[in-house]
């Protein structure tokens, strides 16, 4: 229903996005996510559910990034996960502290899973099936 979207920034994407999620009954089963917080802020004015997809790679950018969801009125946030920063029990109860679900893609492997599993995050996003007794590549 969206395809006839511009890629643009301006208020018109987002009252459009707004009121095609009234006219289908979705306002409260589909979250619109963005990455910029300039797009966050915009965001803000609107009734849809939002979400902020963190970049973010050290415990304390992570941190901020969770802030600056509470502040703009976002529901979720997601980061990206990575060997070099593996998610941790600590985040997810910082996000939790600040009334946010938090999850986090990009995940190949069964050990990921685990580790991501164990770090009690709300969601999780695989990039593949991850098959039990399967060899990961």
């Known amino acids: 229903h969206f395809k006839d979207f511009e890629v643009s920034y301006d208020n018109r994407v987002f009252r459009k996005i707004e009121d ?6 979705m306002m409260d089963r589909v979250c619109v996510f963005t990455s910029g917080i300039s797009v966050l802020k915009k965001m803000s ?5 939002r979400g ?7 415990r304390a950018q992570r941190r ?10 976002c529901e979720l946030v997601i980061m990206k ?3 070099r920063m593996p998610v941790d029990i600590g985040i997810t109860r910082y996000a939790h502290d600040h009334g946010l679900r938090i999850g986090c893609y990009n995940i ?3 050990d990921q899973l ?7 995050l709300d969601y999780w996003i695989l990039n593949r099936a991850l098959i039990p007794g399967r060899k990961d590549r």
């Open 45 to 49: 004015r609107y009734h849809f559910r």
């Open 64 to 73: 901020h990034a969770v802030k600056i969801a509470a502040r703009y009125g």
């Open 81 to 83: 996960y990575t060997d």
């Open 20 to 25: 095609s999620l009234k006219r289908y009954d």
């Open 108 to 110: 190949n492997r069964t």
């Open 114 to 120: 685990h580790r991501v599993i164990r770090s009690g």
């Open 52 to 58: 902020f997809l963190m970049s973010y790679t050290t």
